[in-house]
């Protein structure tokens, strides 16, 4: 049961990291009438029709440490849109070509933490198709922190002067539950700093600002 706590919680901080738009394909009892009317309106002008054994679109907008919510920016949105054209102009070319044809590493095996795979690049034409070309990803880069330099040393007199009572281990989480701040905010997920005596394992659980 532990191990599985923990790795709700990895996961839960490793979602909190994200800075993306998220498209899922759900069933439709799964929007509100709201959005499937603008669904319905997009298709109908368009001249599509709603394949619903794929389901229907869903976009999420994620931010860093932020309740997810649905697009509210005109540039997300343009985003998204050129995304799925790219997605659907690559499905295509795989259907017709060789995997390493398009530009992937014939390896595969993506992605990698020293980066250098090949990916396709493409370049949207003002015809509405792609100028094909490559480009190697890059190579992952570790989370930076700014380290704080402090420099009083009298409060640092005073702080070694104290009597040492145990060791204290530190770790930052965010509370599954968000709060909202203003009215006009998306809610986020306040951080909380566990301090926990490594001997009697007690926890002094300390609610931190945003």
Same mark, same amino acid.
Request: with cysteine.
């Given at each position: 049961?532990?191990?599985?706590?923990?790795?709700?919680?990895?996961?839960?901080?490793?979602?909190?990291?994200?800075?993306?738009?998220?498209?899922?394909?759900?069933?439709?009892?799964?929007?509100?009438?709201?959005?499937?009317?603008?669904?319905?309106?997009?298709?109908?002008?368009?001249?599509?029709?709603?394949?619903?054994?794929?389901?229907?679109?869903?976009?999420?907008?994620?931010?860093?440490?932020?309740?997810?919510?649905?697009?509210?920016?005109?540039?997300?949105?343009?985003?998204?849109?050129?995304?799925?054209?790219?997605a659907i102009a690559v499905d295509e070319?795989?259907?017709?070509?060789?995997?390493?044809?398009?530009?992937?590493?014939?390896?595969?095996?993506?992605?990698?933490?020293?980066?250098?795979?090949?990916?396709?690049?493409?370049?949207p034409a003002a015809d509405g198709t792609?100028?094909?070309?490559? &480009?190697?990803? /890059? #190579?992952? %880069?570790?989370?930076?922190?700014?380290? $704080?330099?402090?420099?009083?040393d009298i409060l640092t007199s005073m702080?070694?002067?104290?009597?040492?009572?145990?060791?204290?281990?530190?770790?930052? &989480?965010?509370? /599954? #539950?968000? %709060?909202?701040?203003?009215?006009?905010? $998306?809610?986020?997920?306040?951080?909380?700093?566990?301090?926990?005596?490594?001997?009697?394992?007690?926890?002094?659980?300390?609610?931190?600002?945003?």
């Open positions: 049961m532990g191990s599985q706590q923990t790795f709700g919680c990895e996961t839960f901080e490793a979602v909190m990291t994200f800075d993306c738009i998220n498209c899922d394909f759900v069933a439709a009892s799964a929007l509100d009438d709201a959005t499937k009317k603008i669904i319905r309106r997009y298709t109908t002008d368009a001249g599509l029709k709603i394949c619903r054994s794929k389901g229907w679109p869903d976009f999420t907008r994620f931010q860093p440490y932020k309740v997810q919510y649905g697009i509210t920016c005109e540039k997300d949105a343009r985003d998204i849109t050129e995304a799925l054209r790219a070319q795989l259907a017709m070509h060789k995997f390493e044809t398009l530009g992937f590493d014939i390896k595969g095996a993506y992605p990698t933490m020293k980066g250098g795979k090949l990916v396709p690049y493409l370049i792609y100028e094909w070309s490559t &480009v190697k990803l /890059p #190579a992952f %880069v570790q989370d930076r922190y700014a380290v $704080v330099k402090f420099e009083n702080v070694k002067s104290l009597p040492a009572s145990g060791v204290l281990q530190l770790r930052i &989480v965010h509370a /599954p #539950a968000p %709060v909202e701040s203003k009215v006009d905010e $998306v809610p986020y997920f306040p951080a909380i700093l566990l301090c926990i005596d490594a001997n009697s394992e007690y926890l002094f659980p300390v609610f931190l600002w945003r």
